[in-house]
């Protein structure tokens, strides 16, 4: 019997985020509970923790509000071989506190009016779940149970909502003598959508009083606890704060409180019989660096063992990447260049800012880099360069997918799709006329979007590598990796090992330089253009001698399509190469010249 028949599969928690549920139903659960006493020992009385979607957020709060929450019902259970039930701060802090919690993570809608709808319903059911409490207690007066009803029957006014958050933690605190613990989720999705539905203004300006009176110079205040994706900048939304504890992605302290570190996913991979996948997990899933620590992605690693194995990109298909698509479409050659160089596998330095005010980020284009960083779409490969400036790549496979999905859309954009589909059709027959011809009207349609000055070697490969991206269902893409002896440019690895392998090569139709005799015996040089026809066979030479093919062959892929393009501004054309047999050696080229190294 296999190790994973052997494992004792608990159910896992996919959409839960309810920490009562998943503790009682034997869910599994990577044990996160020191994540309480790092705040009830905090210095600061109010924390935000900025981490990207599905790392955890929500249950972490869930697991705050089981703990502190004053209740008739012993909860201790649900801790019970938990790390902190162990700590000395169980006993100090169990069940000791009114908990006011709230989730804003829903709250995406168009226009201002609307948002505002759901913001006061959130408020009527917080009022709502005390409801027995502020209308029987003797602390409140009739004034206090007048505006207690005004939010239960929504009829209370705006000010009186900006209010609502500071006016329940002083019932709670007056009725039970303790101090409130406040738990907001997603605190900034209002914002985004703000930013989105173009009503940022009222949004930001909601937030900020409802916030400030709930968490300012509150003396009712046990601890607070904000989420969200972002630290919209101070100045915006924590103008009211007194220095609260920001921890984002950058910070060292809470950096293993959200998402999985590396034991944790061994472990849990281990206990579900599937300890032989973890470099597949990891290829996948790893990569972010939260604090200097390696996190994976909670939510793509429990999805995938819930598929039994199947790896494919589950984070970002509950994504919407509408407000990246906007930010990054508006950008630059160079931004889309530099996009480009994150495909091939390399890193970008740039500055991270860890407040942002988000109306500056349609002014100011080095804020994308910052947004997609604490969004989970880029990562840090190390500690600053130098003050504020990180070098960024991405993360893993999964996000990998986002970028190349990003780039298609731009170029589908701009490309009838008849033409790409006939264009795409013929590359994976292996018609090679059809797909210059293709290609050419491709390129003469959509050039003009692209500033061939400069390096228009990487503008062509960009724009092949968009369209490619279309065929990833069937192949894998990969750019500018080592085969053989050199670098090739673009290689499609058919998933089916009967299938076709593509390697292609790009070259610029370039003077050439040769030396000729003068009259006075002396060398001089000479500048001759090369033809397209010599540019051709020199690409495809380059294919040959550098082993380029070497990798698809060393995948049992036989045929394999050698493909040579060379242009001149708009102008282009393409020419295949011969088929290199397989058994023949990889050390030598064509004839058995020894291959350039």
Same mark, same amino acid.
């Given at each position: 019997?296999?190790?994973?028949?052997?494992?004792?599969?608990?159910?896992?928690?996919?959409?839960?985020?309810?920490?009562?549920?998943?503790?009682?139903?034997?869910?599994h659960y990577v044990d996160k509970s020191l994540f309480i006493r790092d705040i009830a020992e905090a210095s600061a009385e109010v924390t935000l923790l900025p981490r990207p979607r599905r790392f955890g957020k929500t249950l972490n709060l869930s697991m705050l509000r089981y703990f502190f929450e004053k209740s008739d019902e012993d909860r201790s259970g649900l801790f019970g071989k938990l790390a902190i039930r162990d700590d000395e701060c169980f006993e100090a802090h169990q069940g000791k506190y009114p908990v006011i919690r709230m989730t804003f993570k829903d709250i995406r809608?168009?226009?201002?009016?609307?948002?505002?709808?759901?913001l006061t319903g959130i408020i009527r059911n917080i009022f709502r779940q005390h409801r027995e409490m502020l209308l029987s207690s003797e602390i409140c007066d009739e004034t206090d149970r007048k505006l207690i009803r005004h939010f239960l029957e929504k009829t209370a006014n705006s000010e009186e909502c900006e209010d609502s958050l500071r006016f329940l933690s002083e019932c709670l605190f007056s009725h039970y003598q303790k101090k409130v613990v406040i738990l907001i989720d997603e605190y900034d999705t209002p914002l985004h959508a703000g930013y989105a539905g173009g009503y940022y203004k009222d949004a930001i300006s909601f937030i900020r009083n409802f916030l400030s009176g709930g968490l300012k110079d509150n003396e009712h205040l046990f601890r607070g606890v904000l989420t969200g994706i972002l630290r919209v900048a101070k100045e915006s939304v924590?103008?009211?704060?007194?220095?609260?504890?920001?921890?984002? +992605?950058?910070?060292?302290?809470?950096?293993?409180?959200?998402?999985?570190t590396v034991p944790e996913v061994r472990q849990f991979l281990e206990e579900r019989g599937m300890g032989d996948r973890y470099e597949d997990v990891s290829h996948w899933y790893n990569g972010y660096l939260f604090g200097g620590r390696v996190i994976f992605n909670p939510w793509s690693v429990i999805n995938y063992a819930d598929n039994e194995g199947e790896a494919k990109p589950?984070?970002?298909?509950?994504?919407?990447?509408?407000?990246?698509?906007?930010?990054?479409?508006?950008?630059?050659?160079e931004l889309r260049e530099e996009i480009g160089q994150l495909l091939e596998g390399r890193k970008l330095t740039k500055p991270v800012y860890e407040s942002i005010v988000m109306r500056d980020l349609e002014k100011r284009d080095d804020l994308l880099w910052s947004f997609l960083l604490f969004s989970g779409y880029l990562k840090l490969s190390g500690p600053a360069i130098r003050r504020n400036f990180y070098e960024l790549e991405i993360p893993n496979e999964? +996000?990998?997918?986002?970028?190349?999905?990003?780039?298609?859309?731009?170029?589908?954009?701009?490309?009838?799709?008849?033409?790409?589909?006939?264009m795409l059709r013929a590359l994976e027959i292996g018609d090679v006329k059809l797909f210059e011809k293709m290609l050419r009207l491709i390129v003469m349609r959509i050039m003009s979007y692209h500033d061939l000055a400069g390096e228009p070697e990487k503008v062509y490969h960009a724009l092949v590598l968009g369209m490619l991206v279309w065929m990833s269902g069937k192949y894998e893409m990969r750019s500018n990796r080592e085969s053989g002896y050199g670098r090739y440019d673009l290689?499609?690895?058919?998933?089916?090992?009967?299938?076709?392998?593509?390697?292609?090569?790009?070259?610029?139709?370039?003077?050439?330089?040769?030396?000729?005799?003068?009259?006075?015996?002396?060398?001089k040089k000479r500048k001759k253009k090369k033809t397209p026809q010599d540019a051709l066979e020199e690409a495809l030479k380059q294919i040959e001698d550098r082993g380029y093919a070497d990798e698809?062959?060393?995948?049992?892929?036989?045929?394999?399509?050698?493909?040579?393009? +060379?242009?001149?501004?708009?102008?282009?054309?393409?020419?295949?190469?011969?088929?290199?047999?397989p058994a023949q050696s990889s050390d030598s080229g064509p004839s058995g010249i020894p291959r350039e190294r």
């Open positions: 019997m296999s190790d994973r028949q052997k494992a004792v599969k608990k159910k896992l928690p996919v959409g839960s985020s309810d920490f009562r549920k998943l503790r009682e139903g034997g869910y809608e168009g226009t201002w009016d609307a948002c505002y709808k759901k924590f103008s009211g704060l007194n220095n609260p504890g920001v921890y984002t +992605v950058l910070s060292r302290k809470f950096s293993d409180a959200f998402g999985f589950y984070w970002i298909n509950t994504a919407d990447t509408g407000m990246i698509d906007r930010l990054a479409t508006r950008g630059s050659r999964e +996000v990998r997918i986002v970028y190349e999905e990003m780039v298609g859309r731009w170029f589908a954009e701009k490309t009838e799709s008849n033409q790409l589909e006939e290689m499609l690895k058919p998933d089916d090992p009967e299938g076709q392998g593509i390697i292609i090569e790009f070259k610029r139709l370039d003077e050439d330089e040769e030396q000729d005799a003068d009259d006075d015996g002396k060398r698809l062959e060393a995948a049992g892929i036989r045929k394999i399509l050698k493909l040579a393009v +060379v242009f001149s501004g708009k102008k282009l054309w393409v020419k295949q190469g011969g088929q290199r047999h």
